[in-house]
């Protein structure tokens, strides 16, 4: 059974930081590329980044570049999401994915073999 569980969402103040951790079972982590999205209020969910199967290629929302970043660690079976400098707008329900090799549009929902359950941010002073 594959299971993508997030953790780490919360309440925080305008210009904070939170990390978001994404535990991952029932595959070889090592052969799938990991997705963050997210899913404001209202809107529809919009991929905000993206890391390939060796950590060693990464992708951008132009929204969040610089102030975002993905990483994993396939020993640990994790995947993380740090985000500083957070804005009101950041505000959604953050969700992890997984896409098994190499996808074409990693920031589109259809790669996505497997998703996690969401977990919320609030960025709120």
């Known amino acids: 059974q594959v299971r993508l569980v997030e953790s780490g969402g919360g309440l925080v103040q305008p210009g904070g930081s939170l990390t978001l951790s994404c535990a991952i079972s029932?595959?070889?982590?090592?052969?799938?590329?990991i997705g963050w999205f997210r899913q404001a209020p209202g809107k529809g969910r919009e991929g905000i980044s993206y890391?390939?199967?060796?950590?060693?290629?990464?992708n951008y929302k132009a929204s969040v570049k610089g102030r975002f970043t993905i990483s994993r660690d396939n020993a640990k079976n994790t995947a993380y999401l740090q985000m500083n400098v957070l804005k009101p707008e950041d505000t959604a329900v953050y969700y992890c994915?997984?896409?098994?090799?190499?996808?074409?549009?990693?920031?589109?929902?259809?790669?996505?073999?497997?998703w996690g359950q969401g977990t919320q941010v609030t960025v709120s002073s």
């Open positions: 994915a997984a896409v098994y090799g190499l996808p074409i549009a990693p920031m589109r929902e259809f790669e996505y073999d497997y």
């Open positions: 029932g595959i070889t982590l090592a052969y799938y590329g």
């Open positions: 890391i390939g199967r060796s950590g060693g290629s990464t």
